[in-house]
């Protein structure tokens, strides 16, 4: 039987299915123009989180609408000349804004998330890559006693889900973190948090261990993909292939891809941003930081601070808009001593979104052989290898560990 795979795409997701797939006795050959991890896997967070858990169509969001929509919040920027397009993804976006949806919603999240950081520690493991991993839990931390009033129904879910985490006052704040400045009056700690210290070299060690176990991974940009006869064919810049099975793990250019097969574009494209900083005065920082009040995360990362920032609504291509990490640079001083900033230009990155916040992973809706793996928004480096799994599940006819209709491509394509 001919058991060979394509996977198109070689950041988390796409790894994450590579190395499975191999794992099932599949062979595999993964395409991407870039180097495995390079892209949006690289500069993320960091967080393996079921603080992530929440579906960004929170109720509370609706009563701060008027706030986003004027951009007076820093952890949203909205293009303007974007707004028209996104129209309809927005009133889907909202009409979920409803705590039973939330709740069921997150629900399903958390089953993902839980089951993937399982994956994530094994291979970890295996891949000898340890000193990767911080498992100090992440912490919330709330400047203002509304604001942590208002995210009550978020904890809820953590509670509904058994995600262990524990309210902390000021100073059990400090104690755990004693170089943090006095402006927090709230924190929560998520103790089932874990954080990785280099998103993209544990995207490579995940890779190489495809390699090592004779996996190959090639470089080459995927134009189009067309049907012909019971195949497969590929049209990259390096020429035309043909392939007996496919999945399309591209991340916010997966509708590239598509779209020309009749898909229409389910997406929205967060950017986000991140710098780096060295930590001042030889400050230290034990764990990931969300400064929720301040709209930013911070991570004590291999190359320094990692500070991220939120959802910049836009084109997915149109040019850099650093204002988020202007504004929140001010604010990142109030809170911890930084010294100087590392990077000369703000790393930015795109987060593909759909308006429930789940994935899209299962077979292709209208085509043979078709799987698809994508919009992972928040959640891709802690979702990578669960929606390995549950693709190399799809495609070997296995039973899935839970039900993943939430996740069915069906329900927007
Ligand atoms: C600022 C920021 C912070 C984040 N923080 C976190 C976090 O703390 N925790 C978390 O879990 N997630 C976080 N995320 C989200 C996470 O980074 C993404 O969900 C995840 O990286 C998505 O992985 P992916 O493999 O789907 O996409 P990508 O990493 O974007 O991979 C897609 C791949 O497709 C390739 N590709 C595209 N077009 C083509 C083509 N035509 N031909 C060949 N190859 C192509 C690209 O080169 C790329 O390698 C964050 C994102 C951002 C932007």
Request: hydrophobic fraction near 40%.
């Amino acid at each position: 039987m001919n058991q060979t795979v394509t996977v198109i795409g070689a950041g988390i997701v796409g790894i994450s299915c590579a190395l499975e797939l191999q794992r099932r006795g599949y062979q595999v050959t993964q395409i991407d123009r870039r180097g495995p991890g390079e892209e949006t896997s690289s500069g993320n967070a960091g967080l393996l989180s079921y603080s992530n858990i929440t579906p960004l169509a929170d109720p509370a969001l609706l009563r701060r609408l008027h706030r986003l929509i004027l951009n007076q919040d820093d952890d949203f920027l909205l293009h303007y000349p974007h707004l028209i397009s996104l129209i309809p993804w927005l009133l889907r976006f909202v009409v979920r804004c409803k705590r039973k949806i939330y709740l069921r919603d997150g629900a399903a999240m958390n089953a993902l998330t839980g089951a993937s950081i399982e994956k994530h520690k094994l291979w970890i493991a295996q891949a000898n890559a340890q000193g990767l991993l911080n498992q100090g839990g992440g912490l919330k931390l709330y400047r203002e006693r509304e604001t942590f009033l208002r995210d009550q129904l978020e904890r809820e879910l953590l509670t509904q889900c058994g995600v262990r985490h524990r309210l902390l006052d000021p100073q059990q704040v400090y104690e755990l973190e004693p170089d943090l400045k006095h402006v927090f009056v709230q924190g929560v700690l998520i103790e089932d948090t874990v954080s990785i210290r280099n998103p993209e070299k544990l995207c490579k060690a995940y890779a190489q261990m495809y390699v090592d176990a004779g996996g190959q991974v090639r470089r080459a940009t995927v134009r189009s993909l067309r049907r012909s006869a019971d195949n497969w064919e590929l049209n990259t810049d390096q020429g035309t292939e043909a392939a007996s099975r496919i999945v399309v793990c591209m991340g916010a250019w997966t509708p590239e891809i598509i779209g020309p097969l009749g898909y229409s574009n389910p997406l929205a494209i967060e950017r986000g941003y991140h710098t780096v900083f060295a930590p001042g005065q030889e400050a230290r920082l034990s764990r990931p930081i969300f400064d929720v009040d301040a709209s930013y995360v911070m991570a004590p990362m291999e190359m320094g601070l990692r500070v991220s920032t939120g959802s910049n609504l836009t084109y997915r291509e149109t040019r850099p808009d650093p204002r988020q990490v202007e504004r929140v640079l001010p604010r990142v001083r109030e809170a911890f001593p930084i010294d100087e900033n590392l990077l000369p230009e703000p790393w930015m990155g795109r987060r593909p979104t759909v308006p429930d916040t789940l994935p899209i992973i299962g077979a292709a809706p209208r085509h043979p052989n078709l799987w698809l793996a994508f919009a992972h928004s928040h959640m891709g480096l802690t979702m990578g290898p669960i929606s390995g799994e549950l693709i190399a599940n799809c495609i070997s006819g296995t039973e899935q560990p839970f039900a993943i209709n939430a996740c069915d491509p069906a329900r927007y394509l």
